[in-house]
């Protein structure tokens, strides 16, 4: 039964970025520190003699600014390559912009200058980023290059000698200030960026875990399709002797001719088992519009269960008057779809009900039903583990489904409805499933 039913309407999401590759992520991050530092040593070396009555000598910082900023272009031209940047790179970096500060600092006052407090930014990054090893060495130079300038460095010409300590003490500030912005939103990125790696890794370890037990759930399902084999068999031969026997009731005809059914629907799952199996993509699956193919499923999905009579509607989203989609479909999908029919069906067979709607970037299928429910906690915990709330459930059905639409990028969402039941939604994105000329045109 198709029916027009007036269910609430979500926007669909777009699917989220993938996520970049960190040793870029972290060269890029100490380039933008770069360009920064040059930019703010050239305006200081402008604005030392106006401001702080000191004369810089223009020729050789801005020589070496110049040549920090071929390095920073250089650098820049670099992070276009995919190529991996390993800590090595990250470490010649850091020692580079060391040097810079190093050569600078040497031709204006050495340590008696306040900007010497730039050395802490570069020893925190590759405290964060590389190493111990590499940190230390980091930090060793840095000491170093300070100790250096107190033994090779020139002086500093100061016009006003009464206001030269006040401007030393005000640089020194200023210096101090930036130092701490710029530490304190590096180490930060880098804490968001450690953050989303370790929900990534978390993410690829139950996907691991998961995948482990689909094998063994696939071993299993090998050995017992075998060995179903010989007592459906078996039962195929009493249910047609049965039905050939005139002495049975008329009122169980009705009954032998459906279990007949059943039995010969188990044997076609088991038999195409094996050719399901391995199976590719272009093998394996089948092109249809998205609305044609639902339909179908839920027909095919009623000869299995007879006595269910869902409620079907399958419309283009709000704001949306494409044409379903053509799209291709692999077994599994189908296969994770009937499995949350059945819990449904199981839940309350008498009220059953089927929303499917698409735009040019998913395609949502929403399933309700009027059980008993789950609470939060096992509505979290639900297609993680084998768990079922009924008693001869076994849960392996919501698990598989939730591992086949994962792997076609899709999602599977439990929450409870406020008259009570579960609404089960699933979303799949569209643009890895299209048939060519699949935009229903």
């Not at 570069?122 to 300038?149: D, K, R, T």
């Not at 095919?300 to 709000?318: D, F, I």
Request: hydrophobic letters at 50%.
């Amino acid at each position: 039964m198709i029916a027009a039913n007036n269910f609430p309407s979500v926007p669909m999401q777009p699917s989220p970025p993938p996520p970049l590759v960190s040793g870029h992520d972290d060269l890029r991050r100490l380039q933008w520190l770069r360009d920064f530092a040059i930019a703010m040593l050239a305006l200081v070396v402008i604005i030392a003699r106006p401001l702080f009555h000191t004369l810089v000598p223009w020729l050789p910082a801005f020589s070496l600014l110049g040549l920090w900023t071929l390095i920073s272009i250089a650098t820049w031209i670099r992070l276009r390559r995919p190529s991996a940047v390993d800590q090595r790179e990250l470490l010649l970096h850091i020692g580079i912009d060391l040097a810079m500060l190093t050569a600078l600092l040497a031709v204006s006052g050495g340590p008696a200058n306040p900007l010497t407090a730039l050395y802490l930014p570069p020893i925190a990054i590759a405290a964060a980023v590389l190493p111990a090893p590499h940190a230390w060495f980091i930090a060793l130079l840095g000491v170093a290059a300070y100790s250096l300038l107190w033994k090779f460095s020139l002086s500093l010409t100061v016009e006003d000698v009464d206001r030269a300590m006040q401007m030393h003490l005000t640089g020194m500030w200023l210096t101090f200030a930036i130092s701490a912005l710029l530490i304190a939103g590096f180490i930060g990125r880098i804490t968001i960026a450690l953050r989303r790696r370790e929900r990534q890794l978390a993410a690829a370890r139950e996907q691991a875990l998961r995948d482990e037990r689909i094998v063994a759930l696939g071993n299993l399902a090998a050995g017992a399709a075998h060995e179903l084999g010989t007592p459906l068999a078996t039962m195929a031969v009493i249910t047609g002797e049965l039905a050939h026997d005139p002495a049975l009731p008329g009122e169980l005809q009705t009954d032998i001719q459906l279990l007949k059914q059943q039995i010969g629907a188990c044997k076609n799952i088991i038999s195409s088992l094996a050719e399901r199996a391995g199976v590719q993509r272009a093998e394996g699956g089948k092109a249809l519009a998205a609305d044609q193919w639902l339909a179908q499923l839920v027909a095919r999905w009623r000869t299995m269960r007879p006595q269910v009579a869902p409620r079907l509607q399958l419309s283009a989203a709000a704001g949306s008057t494409a044409a379903a989609p053509r799209i291709f479909i692999e077994t599994t999908l189908e296969q994770a779809l009937l499995n949350l029919f059945n819990n449904a069906a199981d839940a309350s067979p008498e009220d059953v009900a089927i929303l499917a709607q698409w735009d040019s970037l998913r395609l949502r299928i929403d399933i309700l039903d009027r059980g008993p429910g789950m609470d939060s906690a096992l509505l979290a915990q639900a297609g993680r583990e084998f768990f079922s709330t009924r008693s001869e459930g076994t849960g392996i059905g919501l698990f598989l489904a939730h591992a086949a639409l994962d792997r076609h990028g899709g999602s599977i969402r439990m929450t409870p409805r406020a008259d009570g039941g579960t609404l089960t939604r699933v979303e799949l994105p569209l643009q890895a499933m299209l048939a060519q000329g699949g935009n229903g045109e």
